[in-house]
């Protein structure tokens, strides 16, 4: 069972979205060639800022996932005077890293813009720099995460415009939207991806279509192949796992390992944050991406499933600014690992270099690993021995349901321990729902909803998220009563931690490797070694 909240934290139950979030509807066909996807995004903002302008992240032009090509053919609304690419680092041969939609008069906060945007992305078989990339083709199998313009969008602070870089990791900011998809495909394919699945319909042109919801999406997965599926319970979450010919493992095994990394992670962490997650197993040999409600597997490394699963919190609730502060949610996913074996190498601490900097601040990929995975973890599991662990998981707990479903910065975290004003929400707090319930796993038969006449209307806000549902709840333990600091024991070194330019993160790390600095060491990460070659292959 998880750990409660530190007494004194502010929520007792986990909050809800903001009620105001961004709507997303996505209209997307897979062509027949397998390589190709066409759609129409429509986007409905409610800014908490005045805008006078609209930006877009295109993800699959970054020069990682060279070869990838996403691009705008048109944009429209009643507001909108025109668009156009700016490049910020986008990969040659690409038209831009971002796009940007040009508003008539400034939008004050409070009212809605909306616009549609007309998109192409054209993926490529080739092997991509980022070696396992969000984005692929392969033999019975395609896929694409961010394959379409991404709202860059942060309440309380506007417009994310980080630029592209070599490293190959996420730069996006996203906010979670009630996010609806539809997507055509060739009749013989299944597909999965983010959000709850409906039943697929047949078409008069011999396709069929697929439709989900995702209340709370921040990025959107689709994959789409020749799948086994398999679906399991894992304590109210429904977890479909999809295998190809000829995988190691079955589409059974797959599942099971999921559910009982959440089960695991759960236990740590609290209630898994979505009612469905999706897992395609699309390679052998490669690494992890993270979305909401879903993730793509290249291998199916136990550690690897850990890995992923824990961005679900990581990133898929508590979001970041994955360029901004790539650590906080990959050195939590990678300390999270730990939950499950126990292993940490603490070793990682005496890595030379700061945990906390942005995307753009490392040499090289190797750099960026050591320090934003091995030596993050490293960091988290020295803070928690130095602190205690129940102070420090009811510490993290706070963290995690007072930062639910709002994009959290280093501080917000620093605050989570005690001090005043710990767990303070960050703009663009949403209400607090009924209850969640735990159940144990079991199997279940996957839901066959009829779809109604012509599908589900895209662009239009899904109903309110009731009692009972997830992704708020109420939580357990105290809420009132001093907030305690994390303390050192006896013995350790206090240590100033920083992350890029916001204040204290951790304190009461062991070794004289911090997050803003130490000595030279080798590179191993908290996970065992096998997991460190999954990750170098594309673990996000």
């Given at each position: 069972m998880a750990p409660p909240p530190a007494a004194g934290c502010p929520v007792t139950e986990r909050a809800a979205p903001d009620p105001d979030r961004p709507v997303v509807g996505l209209?997307?066909?897979?062509?027949?060639?397998?390589?190709?996807?066409?759609?129409?995004?429509?986007?409905?903002?409610?800014?908490?800022?005045?805008?006078?302008?609209?930006?877009?992240?295109?993800?699959?032009?970054?020069?990682?996932?060279?070869?990838?090509r996403l691009t705008v053919e048109s944009v429209r609304g009643d507001l909108v005077t025109g668009g156009g690419y700016v490049d910020e680092g986008a990969a040659p041969g690409t038209p831009g890293g971002l796009y940007r939609v040009d508003l008539r008069e400034t939008v004050p906060a409070g009212q809605t813009v909306s616009v549609e945007l007309d998109f192409r992305l054209r993926l490529t078989a080739e092997?991509?720099?980022?070696?396992?990339?969000?984005?692929?083709?392969?033999?019975?199998?395609?896929?694409?995460?961010?394959?379409?313009?991404?709202?860059?969008?942060?309440?309380?602070?506007?417009w994310a415009q980080d630029p592209m870089v070599e490293v190959s990791g996420e730069t996006t900011a996203g906010p979670a939207a009630d996010t609806r998809i539809r997507i055509s495909v060739p009749d013989d394919l299944v597909v999965l991806m983010s959000g709850d699945q409906a039943e697929p319909r047949a078409t008069a042109d011999g396709r069929r279509v697929w439709e989900s919801?995702?209340?709370?999406?921040?990025?959107?997965?689709?994959?789409?192949?020749?799948?086994?599926t398999a679906t399991v319970d894992a304590g109210g979450t429904r977890v479909t796992a999809g295998v190809l010919s000829g995988a190691d493992s079955s589409a059974e095994e797959l599942a099971e390992t999921t559910a009982e990394a959440i089960e695991v992670l759960e236990g740590r962490f609290g209630p898994f944050p979505y009612p469905t997650l999706a897992v395609p197993l699309v390679g052998d040999g490669g690494g992890g991406e993270e979305y909401?409600?879903?993730?793509?597997?290249?291998?199916?490394?136990?550690?690897?499933?850990?890995?992923?699963?824990?961005?679900?919190?990581?990133?898929?609730?508590?979001?970041?600014?994955?360029?901004?502060?790539?650590?906080?949610?990959?050195?939590?996913?990678?300390?999270?690992?730990t939950v499950g074996d126990g292993h940490t190498d603490a070793d990682d601490l005496d890595r030379r270099g700061a945990v906390g900097g942005s995307m753009a601040s490392f040499d090289d990929q190797d750099e960026y690993e050591a320090l934003?995975?091995?030596?993050?973890?490293?960091?988290?599991?020295?803070?928690?021995?130095?602190?205690?662990?129940?102070?420090?998981?009811?510490?993290?707990?706070?963290?995690?349901?007072?930062?639910?479903?709002?994009?959290?910065?280093?501080?917000?975290l620093a605050r989570a321990p005690g001090g005043p004003g710990a767990c303070t929400r960050r703009p663009g707090g949403g209400r607090r729902p009924g209850p969640t319930g735990r159940r144990g796993r079991r199997e279940l038969s996957r839901p066959a909803p009829d779809a109604p006449e012509g599908g589900t209307r895209l662009g239009s806000r899904p109903p309110a998220v009731g009692p009972g549902q997830r992704?708020?709840?109420?939580?357990?333990?105290?809420?009132?009563?001093?907030?305690?600091?994390?303390?050192?024991?006896?013995g350790s070194r206090p240590e100033l931690a920083r992350g890029g330019e916001d204040g204290v993160l951790l304190r009461g790390v062991r070794r004289t490797g911090s997050l803003n600095g130490g000595g030279r060491g080798s590179f191993l990460s908290s996970s065992a070694g096998h997991r460190r070659a999954a990750r170098r292959a594309g673990r996000g």
């Open positions: 209209d997307m066909r897979l062509g027949d060639d397998l390589r190709t996807v066409t759609g129409t995004e429509t986007v409905a903002l409610t800014p908490d800022l005045p805008v006078d302008e609209m930006w877009f992240r295109l993800v699959p032009n970054a020069p990682q996932s060279a070869g990838h092997r991509t720099p980022a070696g396992f990339d969000r984005l692929g083709v392969d033999d019975g199998v395609t896929w694409w995460g961010s394959g379409f313009p991404l709202l860059t969008w942060e309440p309380g602070h506007g919801s995702d209340p709370v999406a921040r990025d959107v997965l689709v994959a789409v192949g020749e799948f086994d909401s409600s879903a993730f793509v597997l290249g291998d199916d490394d136990p550690g690897l499933v850990v890995h992923e699963a824990a961005h679900m919190w990581f990133y898929g609730m508590v979001g970041n600014s994955q360029f901004r502060d790539p650590w906080l949610d990959e050195a939590f996913a990678t300390f999270a690992e934003v995975y091995g030596k993050g973890a490293a960091a988290l599991a020295a803070a928690r021995e130095a602190a205690g662990e129940q102070a420090f998981d009811e510490a993290v707990r706070c963290y995690v349901e007072s930062q639910a479903w709002t994009i959290a910065r280093p501080e917000d992704p708020g709840g109420p939580l357990q333990g105290p809420a009132a009563g001093p907030v305690p600091r994390l303390r050192p024991r006896l």
